[in-house]
Each structure stands twice: as structure tokens, then as C-alpha cells.
């Protein structure tokens, strides 16, 4: 079998609409040390892939618009070859377009989806927002270094050419959606979605994401509400997300509104009063002013709204 056959014959088994710089590379790589594709030889070299050699078959899958560089990360009346080289990103004409969630997916390997995004796919809110919501690692260099380890392995040859995993400047519309990516330092836990490339926060973790950034879902009053609706169902992945949190406050605001608030009692949560800390000027809700009514018990500004309101 020809060895751009195989490209071809690769990239539609795999499914996915677009493709990075690297990891095409990667597959070409992958392909080259393989010999073969589906039980059958190919006619490949015994060296690696190099610079030129990847460049020369980008060049050709181009030219058959098998691949094209995707429309959204370089527009037509922008994409200029000789300036920018070669596009990172590529759109696979024998493959079905996807949705904003599987292209973001595809080109930041470490992105997910997040706060009120991940609410609405949980069906805990019944906003819907016009941005799709992706956080990705503020450690993005450290993550990227683990990832070529694990891809390449420990036989890899210092010397050969690799195609740069980059971290990529996003359009503010992907898919005719407007997008909105946020740096975390946090490491949650994720799951893949059935059926999908995209990824999103686990579910107790989404929860973690109110308390952290209330703001980017919903605001405080209707994370509390939502914690009212549907804490008690997912209890359990709740406290052992709030357990790996690294974050204090996390714990702290948690628990009020689990025990205090909801009556919920549990040896894990009231673990958490170890946290709690007096004369401090801790907030359930970070982006408002402090205000003198609190939590005795978990040391916590109540200043989600008035002091007349239930909260």
C-alpha cells in the first residue's frame, strides 16, 4: 500500500473533522515505524519522517484538498501559505463536520468543558449560554511535555524532528459559536463524553467550579440554587471532589452549604471545619463585599445578597 493511501485511509477511519500540526505528524510517525496499515505492508523508508518529508506530504494532501486548513483558525481571505508555512490546524474533507465542543477538543488536547457549559450538559441549570464555556491548564508547557513522553515514549531519538505541539490562539467563534476559554491552575477530574472527542469536568467537580468561580456560572444566587435542587443527588461525587480540591475556601464554602444549609450530615463534611478559620474575612460569594452576618460554625461571610434574604 502506498504510504499516502494509508494517510488517507488513517485519517477517515479515526473520524475526526479536523486534525492538529502535531498530531499528524504523530500518526505519520506512528505509521512510518508500523510498516503497515489494516494487515497490509507498506512502501515507507526505514528512516523517520523528517521536516521535509512531513512538509512534502502536507503539501500533497493540500494540493487533493484531502486536507485544507480549517476555515474557522484561518480564513480564506487571511491564509497565505508562503507566510504562514503550514496551517496547524486542518480540516479533514472526508469527514463530517463537528460541533465547537469536538473541534476545541481536537486542537487543545488539555481542554474541557466548564462551569456553565458543563452545568447545562449535567442539566443542572436550565440557562443556556451563548458561549461555550472550555477551561484549559495555566501549566499548559508542563502538561504538553507529559503528553510527547507518553506519545513518543522512551525510544524516541533525541535528535529527530518533531512537529510542535502549540498551544494555539483561539478565534472568539468556532462553528458559528462564540468561545471562551479559561487558564486554571486547578487539575480536576474529567470524563469523556459518549461518542464525542470533547471532554468535561466530572460532575463533582463542576460543582468545585461554582464555589470557585460563581461568576461564570450563573452568579452565586443561582449556584446556591442549583445546590439547593440537586446537591443531595450527587453527594457523594461532591465531597470527593471537595476532598482533592487543594483550596481551603473550597472546603469551607462546601460545607456551610451542604451541613448548614441542607442538613446534610456527614463524618467527610464536618472534616472539613479543620479548614475553617476565625477572625478572617472568608466570603461565600468572592466577587461581593463582605457583610457582617455569617456562619458561626464555618467561620464564612454570608454576603450572597441581602441581609434580609434566605441565604
Same mark, same amino acid.
Given at each position: 500500500?502506498?504510504?499516502?493511501?494509508?494517510?488517507?485511509?488513517?485519517?477517515?477511519?479515526?473520524?475526526?473533522?479536523?486534525?492538529?500540526?502535531?498530531?499528524?505528524?504523530?500518526?505519520?510517525?506512528?505509521?512510518?515505524?508500523?510498516?503497515?496499515?489494516?494487515?497490509?505492508?507498506?512502501?515507507? &523508508?526505514?528512516?523517520?519522517?523528517?521536516?521535509?518529508?512531513?512538509?512534502?506530504?502536507?503539501?500533497? #494532501?493540500?494540493?487533493?484538498?484531502?486536507?485544507?486548513?480549517?476555515?474557522?483558525? %484561518?480564513?480564506?481571505?487571511?491564509?497565505?501559505?508562503? +507566510?504562514?508555512?503550514?496551517?496547524?490546524?486542518?480540516?479533514?474533507?472526508?469527514?463530517?463536520?463537528?460541533?465547537?465542543?469536538?473541534?476545541?477538543? !481536537?486542537? @487543545?488536547?488539555?481542554?474541557?468543558?466548564?462551569? #456553565?457549559?458543563?452545568?447545562?450538559?449535567?442539566? #443542572?441549570?436550565?440557562?443556556?449560554?451563548?458561549?461555550?464555556? #472550555?477551561?484549559?491548564?495555566?501549566?499548559?508547557?508542563?502538561?504538553?511535555?507529559?503528553?510527547? @513522553?507518553?506519545? %513518543?515514549?522512551?525510544?524516541?531519538?533525541?535528535?529527530?524532528?518533531?512537529?510542535?505541539?502549540?498551544? !494555539?490562539?483561539?478565534?472568539?467563534?468556532?462553528?458559528?459559536?462564540?468561545?471562551?476559554? /479559561?487558564?486554571?491552575?486547578?487539575?480536576?477530574?474529567?470524563?469523556?463524553?459518549?461518542?464525542?472527542?470533547?471532554?468535561?469536568?466530572?460532575?463533582?467537580?463542576?460543582?468545585?467550579?461554582?464555589?470557585?468561580?460563581?461568576?461564570?456560572?450563573? +452568579?452565586?444566587? /443561582?449556584?446556591?440554587?442549583?445546590?439547593?435542587? /440537586?446537591?443531595?443527588?450527587?453527594?457523594?461525587?461532591?465531597?470527593?471532589?471537595?476532598?482533592?480540591?487543594?483550596?481551603?475556601?473550597?472546603?469551607?464554602?462546601?460545607? %456551610?452549604?451542604?451541613?448548614?444549609?441542607? &442538613?446534610?450530615?456527614?463524618?467527610?463534611?464536618?472534616?472539613?471545619?479543620?479548614?475553617?478559620?476565625? +477572625? &478572617?474575612?472568608?466570603?461565600? @460569594?468572592? &466577587?461581593?463585599?463582605?457583610?457582617?452576618?455569617?456562619?458561626?460554625?464555618?467561620?464564612?461571610?454570608?454576603?450572597?445578597?441581602?441581609?434580609?434574604?434566605?441565604?
Amino acid at each position: 500500500m502506498k504510504f499516502d493511501d494509508a494517510v488517507h485511509r488513517l485519517l477517515a477511519d479515526r473520524g475526526d473533522p479536523v486534525i492538529t500540526e502535531y498530531e499528524l505528524f504523530r500518526l505519520l510517525y506512528a505509521l512510518q515505524r508500523a510498516g503497515e496499515y489494516d494487515g497490509r505492508k507498506l512502501r515507507v &523508508g526505514k528512516n523517520a519522517p523528517d521536516r521535509t518529508r512531513y512538509r512534502n506530504l502536507v503539501g500533497r #494532501l493540500l494540493n487533493d484538498r484531502y486536507l485544507r486548513p480549517d476555515v474557522d483558525f %484561518y480564513p480564506p481571505e487571511e491564509w497565505r501559505p508562503s +507566510g504562514y508555512n503550514f496551517a496547524r490546524v486542518f480540516r479533514v474533507s472526508d469527514v463530517p463536520d463537528g460541533s465547537a465542543e469536538t473541534v476545541t477538543a !481536537l486542537v @487543545d488536547p488539555f481542554c474541557y468543558i466548564s462551569h #456553565l457549559s458543563a452545568m447545562q450538559r449535567y442539566s #443542572l441549570t436550565n440557562r443556556i449560554p451563548e458561549a461555550l464555556s #472550555l477551561s484549559t491548564p495555566k501549566t499548559w508547557t508542563a502538561s504538553r511535555s507529559a503528553k510527547i @513522553d507518553a506519545d %513518543y515514549g522512551a525510544e524516541r531519538d533525541a535528535d529527530i524532528y518533531l512537529a510542535p505541539l502549540a498551544q !494555539l490562539s483561539w478565534p472568539q467563534i468556532i462553528r458559528r459559536r462564540p468561545v471562551v476559554l /479559561h487558564k486554571t491552575v486547578r487539575s480536576p477530574a474529567l470524563r469523556q463524553i459518549r461518542n464525542e472527542a470533547a471532554r468535561i469536568a466530572a460532575i463533582g467537580e463542576t460543582f468545585v467550579q461554582m464555589l470557585d468561580r460563581p461568576e461564570l456560572c450563573g +452568579g452565586i444566587a /443561582h449556584v446556591i440554587e442549583v445546590w439547593d435542587q /440537586h446537591a443531595q443527588i450527587y453527594v457523594e461525587e461532591i465531597i470527593a471532589a471537595v476532598d482533592n480540591a487543594e483550596e481551603s475556601i473550597i472546603k469551607v464554602r462546601a460545607g %456551610y452549604l451542604l451541613e448548614e444549609r441542607l &442538613g446534610i450530615t456527614d463524618d467527610r463534611i464536618l472534616a472539613w471545619t479543620s479548614f475553617a478559620q476565625r +477572625g &478572617g474575612s472568608r466570603k461565600l @460569594d468572592p &466577587g461581593a463585599p463582605y457583610q457582617p452576618r455569617f456562619s458561626e460554625k464555618w467561620m464564612i461571610s454570608l454576603n450572597a445578597g441581602t441581609p434580609n434574604d434566605p441565604y
